[in-house]
């Protein structure tokens, strides 16, 4: 099946620094990638969804100078989290969806990155 | 608005079946997902129904009906290691993912 990896699984940094996630489609070409954040005991929410090439779209209420996404091949998409603060330590997860195979648009999740600020 | 509604928490005891319901109202569908999340970790494909009825894969099944809006998946034989959350989650008519809050399964023995 298909395969995403994130790096890194888990992070800690300090208030005001910033911190890049990267999430890559290792078996296929994911023209689509998107960005959750999951706080616990909650369910996801999305961020925002990445193609490849352009702009990504984000979701009412998150911020997109804070958070920026570069989806600049078909198998590599970061966020970057921009002067980070304590109440975006959260578990981040991206998703990529192959649409060349079987066509019901299944989204693959990476395995999660743990972001702590202190 | 958009809304997927399923079950907060359900508890069940090693070995019997359970079903955890979703209903849900969206703008536009292309199909409904089934994932399972254990804490700490990312969400693992489960089951993909688009068409009425039921999807048999092995110790799970996921059912679908479209006119109603409703979804339901059934867990046979459970074992410990399906402790979990389980989420619903809709494809709406953007091929944007929909997703309920999820459902935390308690296993007993």
């Known amino acids: 099946g298909a395969v995403v990896s994130q790096h890194p699984s888990r992070v800690i940094c300090k208030s005001g620094t910033s911190v890049k996630i990267e999430c890559r489609s290792l078996?296929?070409?994911?023209?689509?990638m998107f960005w959750y954040r999951q706080f616990p005991k909650q369910s996801l929410m999305l961020m925002a969804t990445?193609?490849?090439?352009?702009?990504?779209?984000?979701e009412q209420g998150v911020e997109k100078d804070k958070f920026l996404i570069n989806h600049a091949s078909l198998t590599l998409s970061t966020l970057t989290v921009t002067s980070a603060h304590p109440e975006d330590s959260s578990f981040y997860i991206c998703?990529?969806?192959?649409?060349?195979?079987?066509?019901?648009?299944?989204?693959?999740f990476g395995p999660g990155t743990r972001l702590t600020v202190t | 608005g958009q809304n997927i509604d399923q079950p907060t928490e359900m508890t069940a005891t090693e070995g019997a079946i359970v079903q955890i319901n979703c209903t849900y109202q969206t703008s536009g569908f292309n199909g409904l997902f089934w994932y399972q999340q254990h804490a700490g970790e990312a969400p693992t494909f489960l089951s993909y129904n688009v068409l009425d009825g039921l999807e048999e894969k092995g110790r799970f099944s996921s059912f679908l009906s479209r006119s109603k809006g409703y979804s339901y998946l059934l867990l046979k034989e459970l074992q410990m290691k399906d402790s979990a959350s389980y989420l619903c989650a809709v494809t709406d008519s953007n091929y944007q993912l929909i997703w309920g809050a999820g459902t935390k399964l308690i296993i007993k023995p």
């Open positions: 990445s193609n490849e090439g352009s702009k990504a779209t984000y």
């Open positions: 078996d296929f070409q994911a023209t689509t």
């Open positions: 998703s990529a969806r192959d649409l060349g195979t079987s066509g019901d648009y299944e989204q693959y």
